[in-house]
């Protein structure tokens, strides 16, 4: 007898209106919801007059932890693909080899990229060589370091430096697109027998960064650095 009942029906000059089929525990509750007349604010959020998604999801992860790294991954007109993607490289969630392998899913462990090492999160970015080439041609100066730079340390070299905002949101963006793209290739691969070249890679992800900072009103100052 409930169903498809709108709660309008029940309600007359603001008060109540009960069936008396309606059991009566069900009727104590529904009494004891007050109701609003229209000049009141039904909804809030928070005490926010006008929410926007930010108060949403921030509401939505206030007990999580916060990390330091997030504004590498988060930038400025970031690519919500390719900073997702990222965020899940920093959380080690990709299924590469080792993780695979303790699952007790035997897939060859080699990295198919470089063929020089074990296929886990720290190899690929960027202990192998492959990888790194890659990077390197987007920020400048990491092939300089006496000892390999891997994901976290280029992206704090990065946040470090001199460069201005504009300058290190794109190279942030450069790195979250890399390895987008970079873990495709290890994929393409595996699965599809299909190899590319890295400069093949490269020009590809070039292209994607291009249309991606095209519209930002920085482009006339960046543009230089990708071309």
């Given at each position: 007898?409930?169903?498809?009942?709108?709660?309008?029906?029940?309600?007359?000059?603001?008060?109540?209106?009960?069936?008396?089929?309606?059991?009566?525990?069900?009727?104590?509750?529904?009494?004891?919801?007050?109701?609003?007349?229209?000049?009141?604010?039904?909804?809030?959020?928070?005490?926010?007059?006008?929410?926007?998604?930010?108060?949403?999801?921030?509401?939505?992860?206030?007990?999580?932890?916060?990390?330091?790294?997030?504004?590498?991954?988060?930038?400025?007109?970031?690519?919500?693909?390719?900073?997702?993607?990222?965020?899940?490289?920093?959380?080690?969630?990709?299924?590469?080899?080792?993780?695979?392998i303790k699952r007790?899913?035997?897939?060859?462990?080699?990295?198919?990229?470089?063929?020089?090492?074990?296929?886990?999160?720290?190899?690929?970015?960027?202990?192998?060589?492959?990888?790194?080439?890659?990077?390197?041609?987007?920020?400048?100066?990491?092939?300089?370091?006496?000892?390999?730079?891997?994901?976290?340390?280029?992206?704090?070299?990065?946040?470090?430096?001199?460069?201005?905002?504009?300058?290190?949101?794109?190279?942030?963006?450069?790195?979250?697109?890399?390895?987008?793209?970079?873990?495709?290739?290890?994929n393409c691969r595996?699965?599809?027998?299909?190899?590319?070249?890295?400069?093949?890679?490269?020009?590809?992800?070039?292209?994607?960064?291009?249309?991606?900072?095209?519209?930002?009103?920085?482009?006339?100052?960046?543009?230089?650095?990708?071309?």
């Open positions: 007898m409930l169903h498809h009942k709108e709660v309008g029906n029940w309600i007359e000059n603001d008060i109540w209106v009960i069936p008396s089929y309606i059991p009566a525990n069900i009727t104590q509750d529904i009494l004891n919801i007050s109701i609003l007349n229209q000049a009141a604010s039904a909804i809030s959020w928070n005490k926010v007059k006008l929410p926007v998604f930010k108060n949403f999801y921030s509401f939505f992860f206030f007990n999580s932890n916060k990390v330091d790294w997030f504004k590498y991954v988060w930038h400025k007109n970031y690519a919500l693909r390719f900073s997702s993607f990222t965020w899940m490289v920093m959380l080690n969630g990709l299924k590469t080899a080792d993780i695979l007790n899913i035997m897939v060859p462990s080699n990295c198919i990229l470089c063929n020089n090492g074990y296929e886990r999160h720290r190899h690929l970015f960027f202990e192998c060589e492959f990888s790194f080439q890659i990077i390197s041609k987007f920020v400048p100066n990491i092939n300089f370091f006496m000892l390999r730079l891997n994901l976290m340390q280029i992206l704090e070299f990065i946040w470090n430096s001199k460069w201005n905002k504009d300058d290190k949101n794109l190279y942030f963006l450069c790195i979250c697109c890399s390895l987008y793209f970079i873990w495709k290739e290890s595996k699965m599809e027998n299909k190899f590319s070249s890295q400069d093949s890679i490269y020009n590809h992800i070039r292209f994607k960064v291009q249309a991606k900072v095209f519209s930002w009103s920085s482009y006339p100052k960046i543009q230089h650095r990708i071309i």
